[in-house]
């Protein structure tokens, strides 16, 4: 208790110096914002002992005072799942950590957790760090356990982090519920990020749109069908998707993506795939608009299969580019491309 009314006595200070600037400086604002480190919480590096507690706890307080600043120290930083979510981000929170941060799952036996969960959060980033999921040591069949899930959040952005071994996916990016008013994600950045070694996809867009992944390197996704570096896949019933859920104006750019092995053409170990699983049966709905990736090297096969106004351009496509959706092609080096 006694740490909250501190934060909130500093929220309070902070907010009245914005207002002293604001009226003694023609009009120039100062922003209140808090800055806490989680050691303050009782979160400790390399000591064996469970943190999700002591640094959630940090982001709950910070956020209820008005946004702020997260430092959690270099050094390992043991997280479990007790309630399916690991770590919760809040509004107008900013995780900060350093190079070799390393935030670890403990292995458990879920078949759907968040590992760490943005959902319906606003002005969220998190920049550094390390983060290792369970792939290699969980136990029993999973479903959705995703390393970072993302879902009908605006403006977050994902910065210098590196995230290994998701069970599913390392980066989800979707919508909590089909049917309610919240849709989906939007200004979404990934930003010189390496996702590695997921056990479906290392970046799965499901319902977002102005997404911009810039600098990344994705590799080595495999596991569990598609296995793909990036797949932009909305949910779809019979071919439909629902106008809400078309993925828009996703930008792909200076990204290296990786595929452990050659493509089989359904979609399976591509490095960028647009997909309405029902495009065979005569039912390719668009599932999203206004993709463009730029100065890319795809170490495999890519698709659009279901994608309107996509553009590659300036990319090196090692494998083959299956193209079903008209694909606008610049200045690229492709090693076969196949139009169906």
Excluded: W
Aim: charged letters at 25%; proline letters at 1%.
């Amino acid at each position: 208790m006694m740490r909250k009314n501190k934060i909130l006595e500093m929220a309070l200070l902070t907010a009245g110096a914005a207002c002293l600037c604001f009226a003694f400086s023609g009009g120039m604002t100062a922003k209140a914002e808090v800055a806490v480190n989680a050691s303050e919480y009782g979160a400790y590096p390399n000591d064996g002992v469970d943190d999700t507690e002591q640094i959630n706890k940090a982001i709950r307080e910070v956020s209820e005072a008005g946004g702020g600043i997260v430092t959690i120290d270099a050094g390992e930083f043991n997280i479990s799942t007790p309630v399916q979510i690991g770590i919760e981000l809040k509004d107008n929170v900013t995780i900060n950590m350093a190079a070799n941060t390393v935030l670890r799952l403990k292995a458990n036996s879920k078949n759907y957790y968040d590992y760490i969960a943005i959902k319906n959060a606003h002005n969220v980033t998190i920049n550094g760090g390390k983060i290792y999921a369970d792939k290699k040591q969980h136990v029993g069949e999973s479903e959705d356990c995703h390393a970072i899930c993302i879902k009908d959040s605006q403006n977050v952005k994902l910065e210098n982090v590196k995230i290994y071994d998701a069970v599913t996916d390392g980066i989800y990016l979707g919508t909590m519920n089909d049917s309610d008013n919240l849709y989906g994600c939007s200004k979404i950045t990934i930003k010189k990020c390496t996702v590695s070694n997921s056990g479906r996809n290392n970046i799965g867009i499901v319902d977002a749109d102005n997404v911009t992944i810039d600098g990344c390197t994705i590799k080595k996704a495999k596991g569990k069908a598609p296995q793909c570096g990036i797949l932009i896949e909305p949910t779809t019933n019979g071919g439909k998707v629902i106008k809400d859920q078309i993925c828009s104006n996703i930008t792909i750019k200076n990204t290296k993506i990786t595929c452990v092995k050659k493509g089989d053409r359904n979609g399976q170990f591509f490095a960028i795939m647009i997909l309405n699983p029902y495009y065979y049966a005569g039912k390719n709905n668009v599932v999203a608009k206004k993709v463009t990736i730029d100065k890319c090297t795809l170490g495999g096969d890519a698709g659009n299969y279901s994608g309107q106004k996509v553009t590659l351009k300036n990319t090196t496509v090692k494998g083959t580019f299956y193209d079903h959706k008209g694909t606008k092609i610049k200045k690229c080096k492709i090693g076969k491309l196949y139009r169906f």
